[in-house]
């Protein structure tokens, strides 16, 4: 019932959303252009694969950031965004203390993760690539991650953004080749505008 | 179980002792140092791995003696010995055996039941599949504490043993360690040198 409630509202969500998707098809870009802040609906999930199937699910709960859409050129938009490692969540506690210490995000000594673009692209009607560099455990890389428009509602945009960081860059391989070296974020960004 | 033979140990079988022996003591001494507090996390990490390693070798060992037990048969006690010895040395042979087995099962049975879910990869080369168990936290405490039981009682029962087998060699002088090292003079008087063997 709920469930079934649920889907009815994200179907007229979508029918009211989707048509008007930002990028080139309506509404136009100048719909959406503004600054947003990342809202903690949001939710930022991530998982590493293990040897012989399976993998680590985790999510982190305390994360903040913003973005700017540019209302003449995608291109000139920009995000900002950062993640405190201290508040990843898993089905285990053992695993999230062992995620937090000095193994991996070393939380205590670098408490945040933080992403800044360098460089927005749009790949299609409503989809972009964003390249920035990556900030954790005080070493800096470059990653790209594939945004997805969900939709647009009058103040309230809704992103998913996906994409593969390879966790020894930032000297956080413990555990490979059990757990294979590619973390996979899956992320729901909701902003708000300003 | 076949019956006892008489013609002291082999080999292969002084191999398995030797290598057994410093297997368990070995997990034992690493078993202890990876569940210390305070243990830097990632060191941490790859001692379990290890452990569930050399741990399953260990198990694959004791379990190639037990084979050899049966299909074989245990070397007779060495002569010399006492009824009350013999019937003591062989019951602590076959607890030694049977422990040597059941810490390793009960290990691979705590991390089968763990909610750390943590795979089992052989020297990072084969996946190990878990025992048909329930992951749960009461199962995993359970088999920890079977474990860790049986491992300090195995440590104790060969430090037993071990005692037993120095004061057959330093206190009797009688050849029952030299038998599991390889010699076969088991004349409880010294022989001179350039005489050799008497058989
Ligand atoms: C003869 C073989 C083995 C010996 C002598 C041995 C010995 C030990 C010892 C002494 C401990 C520490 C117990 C404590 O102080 O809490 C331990 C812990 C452990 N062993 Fe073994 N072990 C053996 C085989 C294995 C195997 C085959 C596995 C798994 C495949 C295994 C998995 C573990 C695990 C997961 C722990 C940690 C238990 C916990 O977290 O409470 N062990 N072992
Ligand atoms: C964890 C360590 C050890 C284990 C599990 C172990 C186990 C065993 C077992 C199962 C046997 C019977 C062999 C058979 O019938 O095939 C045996 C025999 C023997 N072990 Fe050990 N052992 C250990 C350590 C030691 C140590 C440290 C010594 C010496 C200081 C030792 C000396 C002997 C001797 C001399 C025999 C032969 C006894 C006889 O003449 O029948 N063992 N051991």
Known sequence: MRYATLALAGLTLGQILLPQAVFSKTPELSQAAGTYNITGTSQIRFWVDQVGGGSINGRFTKFSGRFRIDGRSIGASSIS??????????AEGRMEDFLRSSAVFHADAYPTVT???TAVRQTGDDTAVVDGMLTARGITHREQFSVRLQG?????IAFNVTGNVYRSRYRMDVGTPIYLNVVKFDMDIRGVRQ | MRKPRDNGYGIGEICLHWLMAGLVLGLVVLGFAMRRRGIDPALQFSLYQWHKSFGLIALALAGL???LWLAAGRVAPAPGLGVVERRASTATHLLLGFLCLVVPLAGWAVASTTTLNIPTFLFNLVVIPPLPMARSA?????WSWVHATTAYTLLALAALHSAAALFHHFVRRDGVLMRMLGRRTIDPVDTPANEGSKR
Do not use: D, H
């Open chain 1, 81 to 90: 965004f950062t993640l405190y490692p201290q508040s990843v969540a898993t």
């Open chain 1, 115 to 117: 992403f800044r673009s």
């Open chain 1, 152 to 156: 647009l509602k009058g103040n309230a």
């Open chain 2, 65 to 67: 003696r037990v084979f």
């Open chain 2, 138 to 142: 009461g199962a995993e405490a359970f």
